[in-house]
């Protein structure tokens, strides 16, 4: 079994600090703020413990945590980390079931991160938003999406990624982030609050069925070989930034990979160098005399 690591991420909170694994969690997203409402948690109320944990969030593959202002991230967040790195690898339950009951409210909050591309915004809520990813580049292909429809009345929305438990938004260049950040993150959070729809049900199911014909579709075993290791080391990695990587065909006599890149990966000025350094290589030493080369198609 792959060890579990945690790298430390900054958020748009001083006070809030994330620690994203190199692989999903746990299916579904919870918050604690005190020791008694994280009875289901043990890794929560671990936490609590430290003086100077106010608040514990666990999602799909990272855990968040903010502080009190007693003492800084600098002085604490690797004690933090290894605390919780130790605690996944012994294993240990992250929530049991009952946590998961519908009696139990949780509020919705939504914080903004930056992501390697300048020109998108990820922002995360506390809750699964969809199953499947969805990529709207503009406001014709989004109409089946209520969420990203009233994300690009905002003039200054170019393109919309929804995955697990975020929205990545890329923007214009006519504007800065600072002068719009707020808006959009309190705009997500009220749309979420109130129960605004986020996909259209018959357009999610018929994605769906997509995804699950793709999944089965009769692919050679290098195709499926790619597939597995783009799931198990890339995948988790580009969703921290805010993106997708999708496997798109092989093509043997060339032995070239054709990906399709998503949300920040699409378009992010650093991607050339992490599809040739980073996947091209991995895939090449993984699979050897089956690779030549890695081709984002939409770069």
């Not at 579904?28 to 936490?47: C, V």
Request: glycine share 4%; net charge negative.
């Amino acid at each position: 079994m792959e060890k579990i690591t945690l790298k430390i991420e900054k958020t748009t909170s001083e006070s809030i600090i994330k620690f994203t694994a190199n692989t999903v969690l746990i299916s579904g997203s919870y918050e604690f703020n005190t020791i008694d409402e994280a009875k289901n948690s043990p890794l929560a109320q671990q936490l609590f413990h430290l003086p100077f944990i106010k608040r514990v969030f666990i999602s799909a593959n990272f855990i968040a945590v903010e502080k009190f202002d007693i003492v800084e991230w600098n002085d604490v967040q690797e004690e933090v980390k290894e605390q919780i790195e130790h605690y996944l690898n012994n294993p240990g339950v992250l929530v049991l079931e009952e946590t998961n009951s519908p009696q139990q409210k949780i509020p919705v909050e939504v914080y903004a991160e930056s992501t390697p591309n300048p020109s998108v915004l990820k922002f995360v809520a506390n809750k699964n938003l969809v199953e499947t990813d969805f990529e709207f580049k503009n406001k014709e292909e989004a109409k089946n999406s209520p969420l990203a429809l009233n994300l690009f009345d905002f003039k200054y929305v170019k393109e919309v990624f929804i995955s697990e438990n975020y929205v990545s938004v890329s923007k214009t260049e006519a504007i800065d982030w600072g002068e719009i950040t707020v808006e959009l993150r309190s705009f997500i959070r009220e749309y979420i609050a109130n129960g605004g729809k986020i996909i259209n049900e018959n357009y999610k199911q018929e994605k769906n069925s997509q995804t699950a014909a793709s999944e089965t579709a009769n692919l050679d075993d290098v195709s499926k070989q790619v597939i597995d290791l783009l799931d198990q080391y890339v995948k988790p990695a580009v969703a921290a930034d805010g993106g997708n990587i999708a496997f798109q065909s092989y093509d043997e006599t060339t032995q070239t990979v054709n990906v399709i890149l998503q949300g920040a990966c699409s378009g992010c000025p650093s991607s050339t160098v992490t599809l040739k350094n980073g996947i091209e290589n991995m895939l090449k030493q993984l699979i050897p005399g089956k690779i030549s080369q890695v081709v984002a198609i939409n770069l």
